[in-house]
């Protein structure tokens, strides 16, 4: 299994940016990489993918404000956070996705993920 480490979170007033990094130990080509949250008391949420060939998709709280990306080489996935909002918060984790009904991990073990909080 790829092993996938986060970064890049931190403390945020409403309306700031963020850009949080996610390093594979191994190459990620071939792979749909995702970026999934979870808030404090809530279920893990499902945030961004994007595919190996590129193409993007993101969860209708995110459109617009969020942009995923990929360095194959570099084996790193990242997501470019803006104009972030209280609601934005929680442990934000990477992992490799597949579709099935929606977008969910293949990788179950989890990172320990990056911490984003956006203060009002």
């Known amino acids: 299994q790829v092993q996938l480490v986060e970064s890049g979170g931190d403390l945020v007033q409403t309306g700031g940016s963020l850009r949080l990094s996610c390093r594979a130990s191994e190459s990620i080509f071939g792979y749909n990489m995702g970026w999934f949250r979870q808030a404090p008391w809530k279920q893990r949420e499902w945030v961004a993918t994007?595919?190996?060939?590129?193409?993007?998709e993101y969860t209708n709280s995110v459109e617009g404000r969020f942009t995923i990306s990929r360095d194959n080489v570099r084996k790193f996935v990242y997501l470019k956070m803006n104009n972030l909002v209280p609601e934005d918060t929680g442990v934000y984790h990477c992992n490799t996705v597949q579709w099935a009904t929606n977008w969910v991990p293949l990788n179950n073990v989890w990172g320990q993920g990056t911490q984003v909080t956006v203060s009002s």
């Open positions: 994007i595919r190996n060939s590129f193409d993007t």
